[in-house]
């Protein structure tokens, strides 16, 4: 397979899952998954199961349903803020520049349930975002070589986030194959330490109806550790995440 410049490796990707104009045209995406991992444990955090969440598809904004008990909801707003609002819609507990407070000594040991917060929201909603996160603006391309695989050939684009977008660490790789479709992503989970490298793994592609449009999604990931090179090791699962179901919300006119 000839080589794809960056454009053509992102409009493909773009409409393998789904295509600008149906992205552009949704307010959200409702989920449900299920969560667990070496992370979890080590960390001291509960295993979630069946839980609902919810991405915004216009802003870096991620709210956890039934968190931390039933009827609360745990709300991640970007760097600014994370919240916790009981059944009666008062906020509970909220911590400011959330990012700023895992430098702490405690937080290589246990993490509460704003630190918490923190992560799941914007690791997942990056996740549930990409590839479409990349029609936003300040983003740097830079095209690495092409890598076999038993799926063929798969372009890989070495990502530059811009600053606005909480993110795991600036610089990730993304491996696409010759569909289009997301394979793995690299990066460094800088808010679990700078040693953190690790490689996404995305498989199980499901298609999700929504209004005017299908949402391509993988439904299993798997996040693996990467000590040495580009070779993620067997194990373990630092993060499992396994997604039952997701519906993509219109937004309003």
Known sequence: ???RDIQAILDESIEAHGGEDFWRGLSGLDIQLSASG??????????????????????????FHDYPRPGW???WIGDAEVRIVDADGKIASRR???RAAFRGLRRQF???????????GYATWNYLVTPFIFLRPGFEFELLPQVDSPQ???A???VTFPPDIPTHSRRQVFYFDEEGLLMRLDYTAEVVGGWARAAHLCEGYREFGGPGGTLRAPTRRRVRPLFIGDKPMPFPNLVVLDIDDISPQRASA
């Open 156 to 158: 890989r684009l070495a």
């Open 38 to 63: 070496f992370l979890f444990a080590a960390k001291g955090r509960p295993v979630l199961r069946h839980a609902r969440m919810w991405a915004s598809a216009t802003e870096p904004r991620f709210t």
């Open 152 to 154: 063929g050939m798969v």
């Open 1 to 3: 397979m000839a080589e």
């Open 73 to 75: 909801r745990g709300e």
């Open 110 to 120: 246990r993490w509460d349930e704003l630190d918490f917060l923190y992560f799941g």
């Open 96 to 98: 400011a520049r959330p």
